[in-house]
């Protein structure tokens, strides 16, 4: 079965550089979730988007902004990367009919290191 | 705002042996939890969730409100279930949207 597709799985900027992580969620789900996992930390919820709409806000950077598109895929751009930016970024998906099932569907994560 | 709390960075049990991983949480709603694993090199994946009161993998767990916990358990541990537990809470986040606060997970480590 298809599942969440994240690109790119490793990436390496240095300060004060761009970067754009994808997520492509699984067939007909429509909610998707960013997820920041620092090294030896729990997975910190960053945004989630419905319908390419924002539908939740959570400890997301000024610096970092992410859409949905019309094909419900997601980008995470990040701006002007700092050392604590280094983490493990999940993508997670769902449908928004199951939401309060509270089963997220991740991707392998696209692993970020700053230096 | 809800938290979830699991005490232990890392549990070694023997092969066979019994197994519990805690979980506390703090929310003022009804709360409905969830334990995640994270098998080496995979990804994040739900185990169990407690409103289906299921057995997974030989894995149970009771929500108990009173003391506010959602320990895992396993009687006999096996070697396949060495991995990264996380215990989640699920929260109406307002405007008809749910957030997934996870606690900072407890390692498995099963020595054979």
């Known amino acids: 079965a298809a599942g969440v597709i994240q690109s790119p799985r490793h990436l390496i900027k240095e300060k004060r550089e761009t970067a754009t992580l994808k997520c492509y969620p699984i067939p007909r789900h429509d909610t998707v979730y960013w997820y920041q996992q620092g090294p030896g930390q729990d997975p910190q919820f960053l945004i989630s988007f419905y319908e390419k709409m924002q539908s939740d806000k959570g400890s997301i950077p000024d610096r970092f902004s992410a859409q949905q598109f019309s094909d419900y895929h997601s980008e995470l751009n990040m701006s002007s990367l700092e050392l604590g930016d280094s983490a493990l970024y999940f993508c997670?998906?769902?449908?928004?009919?199951?939401?309060?099932?509270?089963?997220?569907?991740f991707g392998e994560g696209s692993r970020l290191t700053v230096l | 705002a809800q938290r979830v709390t699991q005490p232990e960075k890392l549990l070694s049990v023997f092969k066979g042996a019994p197994v519990e991983l805690k979980c506390n949480y703090s929310y003022s709603g009804s709360p409905e939890l969830f334990w995640y694993v994270q098998y080496s090199r995979q990804r994040l994946q739900l185990l169990l969730r407690h409103i289906s009161r299921e057995s997974i993998k030989g894995f149970t767990a009771d929500l108990n409100k009173g003391e506010t916990s959602f320990h895992l358990k396993k009687p006999f541990a096996q070697e396949e279930d060495s991995a990264m537990y996380y215990c989640a809470l699920l929260a109406a986040s307002g405007a008809g949207s749910y957030q997934l606060t996870f606690g900072k997970g407890t390692k498995l480590s099963v020595i054979p």
């Open positions: 997670a998906s769902k449908r928004k009919l199951a939401e309060n099932t509270g089963e997220l569907f």
